[in-house]
């Protein structure tokens, strides 16, 4: 198609509105505040009910299109005299004698926000509710208006009602042309982001796992001051997953939470929920999105101060998630020491109130802990594509693992390499985690080396002892946990070295043999997963 002869205006007045929501928030004020310029209102079903019952005014779509509603609404705005009205350029001498020879007139200005599909699947309705809730009008209507953005202000969110107001008022009753075009961007977005819904929503009903097409999307929670680095800009996006997190979580007070702030304290809460609170309570500290110590305990204040003893250098301006209400108790031991972030599922009135005399400490309440064995996806962006992949959901129980040595694990053995093995899932690969009694004592985060991970562990564990005035590294009598299989024997005999008396891996090496003699002859104890827990 040609060009148009002239570009638009950078002024367009408002003389013709059609309002067509789902949700009615602010509706009818914003309806009668265009009533009062005098811009005329055409509506549809439970839109015009609303303006009606407001004493507004109202032409019904019907009455435009001389069609009447059909299909339980399904078919109603899919009409030339709607869309026409709505893509009609009207500088253009061939689309304003299409207008005039069949009795179009144009629409200036288009609110519109949709079904609520999101919701929908939200509140796990059934498969025939979810398809009904898909909307079709909406979409065409909003993508219509925003391409002939020139003449059309499109508005798809009602925060933005008293924005088009102000706009009509600086402007005597027009819009400005950049006006509409951030509008039109915006609407784009709102279709996008509804489509990529729908269809993340069918892949994962009907267990898709790698579609053609993959669309991801999200709404905007909040405009951070910038990224990893303060050269980068940033924004966090909620996505319509509904596992409580920090997407769900209600700041309590402190500062705006940063980039890092958020991938930290997600990491955190994604680590400590892998833990039953039914159970025992659990305390991780995370620093630069690894833990540096984690542990379990019969009250969140012991579990604390086993998971700060790991490495307390780094715990400094870490941040903290745990598995229980916060209660005071914790709250005093964690804030005896300077922590960016705290993230609970809830917190007592005595906690909230020795965590405000912290005035920048972050303290946020998720409503719950997300599950660790729900499905999910995560996105990579690479050079000209993205990575998908599901979530790392899988978990290990005793009855899952399969003794490879002579010496079979104590049952106190057992239960520490089921939990080392479980915080080395959230551990950067390479890594290896020493754990004693329900706690890390040493811990070797993204080596190259797998030997480097399990030294570094042992020397971290010795300088930890040291701190606490103890004689013997943390790693005395500990077991340990390797995210992928040995290669070879020795980075199994550095845990050797460091006091380890049971090893937990995936197995799989071509020389487990090798590994299993090196095991026997020092006589610990090993066990095989045969499930790994990279993560990049």
């Not at 509105?17 to 949700?23: E, F, N, Q």
């Not at 990893?228 to 596992?243: K, L």
């Amino acid at each position: 198609m040609e060009a148009p002869s002239a570009p638009p205006p950078d002024l367009h007045s408002l003389k013709r509105a059609l309002l067509s929501v789902s949700d009615k928030t602010g509706l009818t004020e914003f309806a009668s505040a265009l009533h009062d310029r005098g811009v005329e209102l055409i509506s549809t079903g439970g839109t015009a009910r609303t303006l009606r019952d407001a004493g507004l005014p109202v032409i019904d779509v019907s009455d435009v299109t001389q069609f009447p509603e059909m299909m339980d609404g399904r078919v109603k705005t899919l009409h030339p005299k709607i869309h026409g009205g709505l893509l009609a350029v009207r500088n253009d001498d061939t689309h304003a004698a299409a207008m005039s020879e069949n009795d179009i007139g144009g629409i200036d200005l288009l609110v519109v926000n949709l079904y609520p599909f999101e919701e929908t699947v939200a509140a796990k309705a059934d498969f025939p509710t979810t398809i009904e809730n898909i909307d079709i009008g909406g979409p065409a209507l909003i993508r219509a208006g925003a391409k002939n953005h020139g003449f059309v202000s499109v508005v798809v969110d009602v925060d933005d009602y008293d924005q088009v107001l102000s706009e009509l008022k600086e402007n005597n009753g027009a819009t400005r042309l950049d006006f509409r075009k951030h509008l039109a961007a915006k609407a784009y977005g709102r279709t996008a982001a509804y489509d990529a819904a729908i269809s993340q929503w069918f892949n994962r009903t009907l267990s898709i796992d790698s579609p053609k097409y993959r669309a991801a999307a999200g709404t905007l929670k909040q405009t951070l001051r910038y990224g990893e680095n303060p050269h980068q800009s940033a924004g966090f996006y909620q996505s319509v997953d509904t596992r409580p997190g920090i997407a769900s979580a209600e700041q309590v007070q402190g500062k705006a939470l940063s980039y890092n702030n958020l991938n930290d304290t997600d990491a955190a809460y994604e680590l400590v929920a892998e833990v039953d609170p039914a159970k025992t309570a659990a305390v991780a500290i995370i620093k630069h999105a690894n833990p540096c110590g984690v542990a379990q305990g019969p009250s969140l204040a012991a579990a604390y101060q086993s998971a700060l003893k790991c490495d307390p250098v780094s715990a400094f301006g870490g941040v903290i998630a745990v598995n229980r209400p916060l209660d005071g108790g914790a709250a005093r031991e964690i804030t005896k020491i300077f922590t960016e972030v705290i993230i609970a599922p809830d917190a007592s009135a005595e906690a909230k109130e020795i965590i405000a005399k912290k005035k920048n400490l972050r303290l946020l309440l998720a409503g719950g802990l997300p599950d660790p064995a729900a499905e999910g996806a995560t996105v990579k962006s690479v050079a000209g594509g993205l990575l998908f992949q599901t979530r790392d959901n899988g978990r290990m129980s005793a009855a899952d693992l399969k003794v490879v040595t002579k010496r079979a694990p104590t049952d106190q053995e057992l239960e520490d390499l089921l939990f080392a093995f479980q915080v080395g899932k959230h551990v950067k690969s390479n890594t290896i985690v020493y754990a004693k009694n329900g706690a890390t004592v040493g811990i070797g985060a993204g080596q190259m080396s797998r030997v480097d991970a399990a030294r570094i562990a042992f020397r971290k564990a010795q300088d930890a002892a040291q701190e606490a005035g103890e004689d013997q590294p943390l790693t005395q009598g500990s077991v340990a946990a390797s995210d992928a299989f040995f290669p070879f024997a020795d980075g199994l005999l550095v845990t050797v070295e460091a006091g380890a008396t049971a090893v937990i891996q995936p197995g799989g090496s071509i020389r487990d043999d090798e590994v299993i003699a090196a095991a026997d002859e020092a006589g610990i104890a090993m066990v095989f997963t045969g499930m790994r827990h990279f993560r990049h």
